[in-house]
């Protein structure tokens, strides 16, 4: 019985132990040319290969290591999120500097990590703000890229009936509702506009919930609604197959142009545009500023400074480009201002 | 829908005194709808609750409740729900409490997009069929012939689960277009789905009467067509598991001895029942249930996403407790989660959620003037107070916070758990770990 038990313990142990590497960080160290800069990058859950958000920030990376000459190491959480505070003390204690985190998750995080390396510089992509002196917030405006696509699908509704489908209720996602809904009014300011959430508050229940994003496209599809805005991480897994199971029915993506990145001919065609997030300027243009200056301000990204747009990949929009863009001068140019809440 | 599956199933809702483990016969036969019967009983049942949907419908003029749309998307979020409660069922009968099921059900989402995105739907199934059993094989070694604590074995299943996905991910993904640490490319071919001819289709009888818009006429028809479109042949598979189950446990010798492992198994051994395999059984099979669970959500949209279970396993677990560790009971839990999670997600606004109010109002107050008449004073008063509590809900406000809306499917869980539970009763042997000979 006794040896039974310890047997027991051994197994249970063995696979506490397997699941908490398996699901731990994957390091990959690179030595990227002989300079002295040592870039250290931590991704959000999902990690290289997302395709989106984490994808971006990787092809970032890529770009700093190829053409700064630097030192690059990249590490994922596991999936729970559990252990961001020690990929960013693994980081800072190796040397690295700057060291950019992917992620509003990282806020709090970083912000504790960075008061125990005060001399480290610490980068926070689509952060929260931070009064941590060595730590720079990078942020994007959301609502002027979600205007430009809110514009495209009042151009392109035939029904007057256009859909947003969230994560959640967060201040993120109610700046990518905000602009949508401008954009759209822009263009016509009797459209219907739908609004879905998957969860509530700042929950991270909606960010891969298929089956709730296929239901609630389904429904506003039915209801008459043509085209669907999804902000909601992974779950356009659900909202674009509901697009492609209805004759002439769209949806924009969002982070990433997920023309490139959804991988099936079947989800491509309904694809009209997507609001991309380009993180990867956002990333090279910080190392840059750090070389520059010797340390990165906080600030935010919106058309002007190229970290939001929109994507006409599919050529499904070359017909309004010409009057987007308008929108979009109008927007850098100042004449026309986006609010970043309704 | 219910309806056929709880009257297949010997045992449905969880009303009547719990049986004894050693009586596998069925209680004396008067036919079927004789009064007091349990097919005539559950009749009754849902023509009240049909009738009540249909009266809470017209008053709060929400066809979100009762529409085609929202019954196909009742039996999308139900089935990956009912099947993680069955596998819970089939392993706590015989004794093995299991809640590493959203553990075998994320493992049966991840075959289930390998396989489908190698070989299609049919390799979607046997990788999720595969993947899930592999599941309940580390659970069924660890609590059956090690004696681990079955929670402990079974949270350690779910933390494994979650970091073996994404290391899998990881390792075969790369560079495939769609594919990533995350998500699998889509189910090569797609799911191909068929409506019930004449009726759901074509001539389209149930359609034409649900745009009628009668009451209850609609209603029906439009009950009846949500769960006819959109079918897959796996879906008719999964439902009939649901009556073979109640079947195969209650009605056949094998199933008799599977349930003796749980309600006691020392003396299910002295009569020379071999324990250890029924387990090994039970949990096996349990795995396999989970990973079916897992396959269906991975062809309601076509594609493996991380995360895309959030936590159905441990829904199905309560919606196992809700159904008091039998088939039909676990069908009806399921449906009741997923039917305020579709009008949820359904319904633009709060308006279907405040509507749920109104008909959970018109049930209470049912029950409440049933338990009047029956002399069940405080009983009756207590749910009258409640229906009253729900009606001015439904009629005092005109919309709900997303928090609250979002929370709807667990409130009416935990309500009607509180509600239910006097009746509950577990296998007796259910979580003990069994060691042979030694009993006392």
Not at chain 1, 226 to 241: L, M, N, R
Not at chain 2, 55 to 83: C, F, H, K, N
Not at chain 2, 214 to 229: E, K, M, N, Q, S
Not at chain 2, 350 to 361: C, E, H, K, Y
């Amino acid at each position: 019985m006794r040896r039974v038990t310890r047997v027991a313990a051994l197994t249970t142990g063995v696979v506490l132990a397997l699941s908490a590497c398996s699901g731990g960080s994957d390091s990959s160290s690179d030595q990227g040319g002989s300079g002295e800069l040592k870039v250290g990058m931590a991704f959000d859950t999902g990690g290289r290969g997302d395709g989106t958000f984490n994808d971006l920030a990787a092809a970032g990376l890529d770009t700093v290591k190829k053409d700064l000459k630097a030192q690059v190491q990249e590490l994922s959480p596991d999936d729970q999120g559990s252990n961001r505070a020690d990929l960013l003390r693994q980081l800072a204690d190796d040397g690295h500097d700057p060291i950019i985190a992917v992620g509003f998750s990282y806020s709090e995080v970083t912000d504790t990590v960075a008061k125990e390396y005060p001399d480290v510089q610490f980068v926070v992509i689509d952060g929260s703000p931070s009064a941590v002196p060595n730590v720079a917030v990078k942020t994007f405006e959301e609502e002027q890229g979600s205007f430009l696509v809110g514009a495209v699908a009042a151009l392109k509704s035939k029904t007057a009936h256009i859909g947003f489908i969230g994560g959640n209720e967060s201040q993120l996602i109610n700046k990518f509702h905000a602009g949508y809904v401008q954009g759209a009014k822009a263009v016509n300011p009797k459209i219907v506009l739908d609004d879905k959430r998957l969860a509530p508050g700042n929950s991270d229940a909606g960010w891969g919930d298929t089956q709730g994003a296929k239901v609630a496209a389904t429904a506003m599809y039915q209801a008459g609604a043509d085209i669907i805005y999804t902000a909601a991480g992974g779950s356009w897994g659900g909202s674009f197959p509901a697009a492609a199971a209805a004759p002439s029915r769209w949806a924009i993506g969002v982070d990433a142009d997920q023309y490139n990145t959804v991988g099936d001919p079947k989800l491509q065609k309904i694809i009209l545009t997507s609001m991309v997030k380009r993180v990867d300027n956002v990333v090279v243009n910080s190392v840059k500023e750090f070389q520059e200056k010797g340390k990165i301000l906080t600030g935010s990204y919106g058309l002007k400074d190229k970290g939001v747009g929109f994507s006409v990949t599919g050529g499904f929009v070359e017909d309004i480009k010409s009057r987007i863009e308008g929108y979009e001068a109008k927007i850098i140019d100042g004449t026309l201002a986006v609010a970043s809440a309704l | 829908m219910s309806t056929s599956v709880g009257a297949a199933g010997p045992a449905p809702q969880g009303t009547g005194p719990a049986k004894s483990p050693g009586r596998s016969g069925p209680s004396p036969r008067r036919g079927p709808l004789a009064p007091g019967g349990r097919t005539r009983r559950l009749l009754v049942a849902t023509a009240l609750g049909l009738l009540a949907l249909s009266i809470a419908r017209v008053m709060a003029d929400e066809p979100v409740l009762t529409s085609s749309g929202t019954m196909t998307a009742v039996l999308g979020l139900s089935l990956p729900i009912a099947l993680a409660g069955l596998a819970g069922l089939v392993s706590e009968r015989a004794g093995v409490v299991n809640i590493g099921l959203e553990g075998m059900m994320i493992l049966g989402t991840w075959g289930a997009g390998y396989g489908g995105y190698q070989y299609g739907v049919w390799g979607a199934f046997l990788g999720a069929l595969l993947a899930g059993t592999f599941g309940g094989l580390l659970h069924a070694v660890a609590t059956v012939s090690f004696g681990v604590d079955h929670i402990v074995s079974g949270v350690a299943i779910n933390l494994l689960a979650a970091g073996a996905v994404r290391f899998l991910s990881e390792l075969l993904y790369k560079g495939v277009p769609g594919g990533g640490p995350t998500q699998s490319p889509t189910v090569r071919g797609g799911v191909s789905t068929f409506d019930l001819p004449v009726l759901s289709s074509g001539p389209d009888l149930l359609g034409r009467a649900e745009d009628t818009g009668l009451p209850v006429v609609a209603d029906l028809a439009g009950i009846l067509r949500g769960f006819t479109t959109d079918l897959t042949v796996f879906a008719v598979l999964g439902l009939a598991l649901f009556p073979f189950f109640a079947f195969f446990l209650w009605r056949t010798a094998l199933g008799l001895r599977w349930r003796a492992a749980g309600e006691n198994p020392y003396a299910a051994q002295s009569l020379g029942v071999d324990v250890y395999r029924m387990k090994y059984l039970a949990v096996l099979t349990s795995g396999a249930l989970s990973g079916l669970g897992g396959l269906f959500i991975v062809l309601f949209s076509g594609l493996y996403k991380e995360g895309q279970t959030g936590g159905r396993g441990f829904i199905g677990l309560a919606a196992m407790i809700f159904g008091n560790w039998r088939p039909g009971g676990v069908v009806g839990g399921s449906l009741l989660f997923g039917f305020s999670d579709a009008v949820r997600l359904r319904s633009s606004g709060s308006g279907g959620v405040l509507a749920l109010f109104l008909f959970a109002a018109i049930l209470l107050a049912a029950l409440a003037v049933r338990q009047l008449a029956r002399g069940h004073r405080l009983h009756g008063a207590a749910l009258a107070g409640i229906a009253t509590a729900a009606a001015l809900t439904w009629s005092g406000l005109d919309s709900l916070p997303n928090e609250v809306t979002t929370m709807t499917p667990y409130i009416v869980t935990l309500l009607v758990l509180v509600i239910s539970s006097q009746n509950l009763r577990m296998p007796t042997y259910d979580g003990v770990v069994y060691r042979r000979g030694e009993d006392h």
